[in-house]
């Protein structure tokens, strides 16, 4: 067996009790219900886990994208209710129904399927309130609010809630999220004037939870908070990832020694060169190339030429005292001064949320309580 086979493989580990001491922080910022949206496998980080973490941080409710990213949760044990909001309408809402999945709603073709197909489920109605990608436009929302409250009349649905998106709360003063709340306090109007008396009106995520009490309603939908990330930059959370690996080579290199496919970076002076078993299909961005940085034995120290598919080098100078096998951390919460998944979203010219939902399946997760 070669001395490479005996090496620690990269690690993910996800730190769960940051997911809970997230969610307290974020509740402590609204007096409504707080639903843990756990969709993109809980971004990136186990969606059961962090479920059920959330829920011990306070989290009341579950939000999911389709009705297959609810099946999970409802295998592992989880009992709160759970809203599905982005299916197409020819969905199995028969299973929805089945597993008690509350749905969106954003228009009359989707409400028809539900109220065929599975008769007393309980609904969302979307408005678009700015987005212009999910939910009614305002010109159908009368038309929606008057088709759902006879579809109620006839017992066929439930109308449980009425639900938008803000498209600039990471922004807080923008123009456009004034613009939402507005658009979404008329559409409760609209809502109640054609009889529906929903008990869930929900507007803010993660940004505006944190940023804007007046989108606070009876419940807010906090996704990326969960695991860590503020895309409004006012609130100190915790990440809850930190990814490690071996250094498998290290090599002694003259000044001038090309590194990399393409070239694209040559050493300035001798150095020594590191190599982990890393690259973008474990979900490093390969346009960080060149820019990011890791953490070696209490130094940054800089990614060397391209990320290749499956490694990535590093320069750890010529005064390193690394060996094989030491761990190197590509990202964590930044307590010790190593990168985080924030300062690598930077170096892709990219968001956080991409980062963490982009990691590979390959990569070997251990969860922490």
């Known amino acids: 067996m070669s001395v490479l086979a005996l090496l620690p493989q990269a690690i993910l580990r996800i730190d769960l009790a940051a997911v809970t001491a997230n969610v307290r922080t974020i509740k402590a910022h609204t007096a409504g219900e707080l639903m843990a949206v756990v969709k993109a496998d809980g971004f990136g980080h186990g969606q059961v886990d962090v479920a059920r973490a959330a829920v011990a941080g306070g989290a009341t409710r579950l939000g999911v994208t389709s009705i297959d990213e609810a099946r999970p949760l409802r295998a592992a044990g989880l009992t709160q209710p759970i809203l599905s909001w ?16 509350e749905l969106g709603v954003p228009g009359l073709d989707h409400l028809h399927a539900i109220a065929s197909t599975a008769p007393g489920t309980r609904v969302h109605l979307q408005l678009d309130t700015g987005m212009g990608r999910d939910g009614a436009e305002p010109a159908h929302w009368d038309q929606l609010c008057h088709a759902a409250r006879q579809a109620e009349h006839q017992g066929r649905i439930r109308v449980a809630g009425i639900m938008g998106h803000l498209p600039c709360a990471d922004r807080p003063g923008h123009p456009a999220n004034a613009r939402g709340r507005d658009r979404f306090a008329w559409g409760l109007r609209v809502a109640r004037a054609a009889g529906l008396r929903p008990a869930d009106h929900h507007l803010a995520a993660t940004a505006a939870t944190l940023t804007d009490p007046l989108a606070h309603h009876t419940m807010s939908r906090v996704g990326a908070g969960l695991v860590g990330i503020d895309e409004s930059g006012t609130v100190r959370l915790r990440p809850a990832l930190t990814l490690t690996a071996p250094l498998v080579t290290i090599r002694s290199v003259p000044a001038g020694t090309a590194v990399g496919y393409g070239h694209t970076w040559t050493a300035r002076r001798a150095t020594r060169l590191g190599l982990i078993p890393l690259g973008y299909a474990d979900g490093l ?5 060149g820019r990011a940085e890791v953490w070696v034995g209490g130094a940054r120290c800089p990614v060397a030429g391209r990320i290749s598919m499956d490694m990535t080098v590093v320069d750890l100078g010529p005064g390193t005292a690394a060996s094989v096998g030491d761990p190197v951390t590509v990202f964590g919460p930044g307590d010790d001064g190593e990168p985080t998944t924030a300062q690598w979203a930077a ?12 990691l590979s399946a390959r990569l070997h997760r251990r969860s922490t309580p």
């Open 86 to 101: 982005l299916n197409p309408p020819d969905a199995d809402f028969t299973a929805a129904a089945r597993l008690d999945i």
């Open 285 to 289: 961005p390969r346009l960080a190339s």
């Open 347 to 358: 170096w892709a010219e990219t968001l956080e949320h991409e980062i963490v939902t982009g």
